[in-house]
């Protein structure tokens, strides 16, 4: 009967199911995402019902998570479908020939009721139990419902497979068993570092022993990739804490570390593409605020978006930063051209009108179109050349032509003159009178203006 079953199982072992990993790996990555601790623990067991083979259970708890999370409901939808394909192709278990890239799992039961499922369940607990002669029974009794039954031929293999080889030719063969069936316990719970304990010890009394090298090869196998894992998982909770706290150049430099090493990392994809979006929306926002004469606002902005991808920001960044500092300039050159006015005003005031000049015309060198500073430096400008010996002439000249012109009829020439005077030495008595004069001549002049006749 035995060697029935065998062949029966090597008649598959060829076949290679395209569903064999899409459940799997589709929970995987939906574990990534999940909205919530209650949406992790049953995609964890749905992963559990997925590795036992248990289709129906599987099932089940897909079209509950298709209820808790709806975001993702079509994805679980997706998964039944190919937890039903799974069901109806043959998976014989690889494990009997395997090179350890998988758990001594058995096959998937092709769900071919609900007597068989339950029972495949039960062989499932002798298995991992190592109660491997509880577990070949309960199959054979699966085999007498349905002789073909591809998961229970599977794991029959599997377990045969596992049995350890006595070779009576060797010393201490009972002792290299009785590690190696310890080994092989934790294996089936997979208690890698403790089985591999085991392994070694086996090895230790028995150093050419092929079976023994297997699992010990196997085992280092399933600790490394335990290893990876747990490696990728804290540099993961690493990029999620420095994201959170908003260190958003570090968390995305984790992410995309971790997608290189594993491309099909669904959690690292997701908050890069998500990084993405939001440079997307802050660099449109900060194009919003140069429009509207914000550069302040504009560069804060670009500056956010050059965090989530410098990539895709760094145009927006340097137009943002360009204006910006342009802004700054010019608010600091008006800062100092009011410096410099009001230090003027506080001279003149003094009668400093050299020191006055000076700021005014430091002033329009500044904003050259300042008419204040324009008007102020010529005032200073006269003040100054009205003192001394020299500025005293200048008066004198300047009243001289006012006579002058006032005697000749010159009325405006003469205004002018007097004013300017005025303008230099506010107190001359005889630029006053002779500004009066002229506007009583106007007043006079105005009495008997003659008029045409209408």
């Known amino acids: 009967m035995r060697q029935l079953l065998l062949s029966c199982v090597f008649l598959f072992v060829f076949?290679?199911?395209?569903?064999a990993d899409s459940v799997s790996s589709g929970l995987r990555g939906l574990l990534d995402s999940a909205p919530d601790h209650r949406v992790k623990k049953?995609?964890?067991r749905a992963l559990q019902f997925d590795e036992k083979g248990f289709n129906r259970a599987l099932r089940e708890e897909l079209e509950l998570l298709a209820r808790l999370d709806p975001d993702s409901a079509?994805?679980?939808?997706?998964?039944?479908?190919?937890?039903?394909?799974?069901?109806?192709?043959p998976q014989p278990e690889a494990a009997a020939e395997s090179s350890g890239e998988a758990a001594p799992k058995p096959a998937k039961s092709p769900g071919a009721g609900a007597f068989t499922e339950k029972k495949y369940e039960t062989a499932y607990k002798y298995?991992?139990?190592s109660r491997t002669d509880d577990a070949l029974r309960v199959l054979a009794e699966i085999l007498t419902i349905d002789s073909g039954h591809e998961g229970a031929l599977s794991f029959i293999s599997l377990i045969e497979s596992e049995k350890f080889i006595f070779d009576s030719t060797k010393p201490f063969q009972n002792i290299v068993r009785e590690f190696y069936g310890q080994g092989m316990g934790f294996y089936r719970r997979e208690m890698y570092k403790e089985a591999e304990e085991r392994f070694r010890k086996a090895a230790e009394t028995d150093p050419t022993n092929k079976q023994v090298a297997e699992y010990i090869g196997k085992t280092a196998d399933k600790l490394a990739a335990l290893s990876e894992k747990a490696a990728r998982d804290r540099e993961l909770n690493r990029a999620d804490r420095a994201r959170t706290g908003g260190d958003i150049k570090t968390a995305?430099?984790?992410?995309?570390?971790?997608?290189?090493?594993?491309?099909d990392n669904s959690r690292a994809a997701f908050y890069l593409a998500d990084f993405e979006r939001q440079a997307a929306a802050l660099i449109e926002r900060s194009e919003e605020m140069l429009k509207a004469n914000n550069p302040e606002g504009?560069?804060?902005?670009a500056d956010r978006a050059y965090q989530y991808s410098p990539k895709a920001s760094g145009g927006a960044k340097k137009r943002a930063d360009f204006e910006y500092a342009s802004s700054r300039d010019a608010e600091k050159r008006k800062r100092e051209a009011d410096r410099l006015y009001n230090r003027g005003v506080t001279a003149f005031a003094k009668g400093d009108y050299r020191l006055a000049a000076e700021c005014w015309q430091a002033v329009l060198k500044i904003n050259p179109d300042d008419a204040e500073a324009a008007k102020n430096a010529r005032l200073a400008s006269e003040r100054l050349a009205a003192t001394g010996e020299e500025g005293q002439r200048n008066v004198k000249n300047a009243l001289d032509e006012a006579d002058d012109f006032k005697s000749q009829g010159l009325i405006e020439q003469a205004k002018s003159r007097y004013e300017y005077v005025l303008r230099i030495e506010p107190g001359n008595k005889e630029a006053a009178?002779?500004?009066?004069?002229?506007?009583k001549i106007g007043e006079q002049g105005a009495d008997e203006a003659i008029t045409k006749r209408q």
């Open 15 to 19: 076949i290679m199911s395209v569903f």
């Open 252 to 263: 995305r430099a984790i992410y995309e570390k971790v997608l290189k090493s594993e491309p």
């Open 42 to 44: 049953h995609i964890n």
């Open 433 to 439: 009178a002779g500004l009066a004069e002229i506007k």
């Open 298 to 301: 504009a560069k804060e902005a």
């Open 74 to 89: 079509d994805e679980y939808r997706r998964l039944i479908e190919c937890a039903g394909k799974e069901a109806a192709t």
């Open 127 to 129: 298995y991992t139990a």
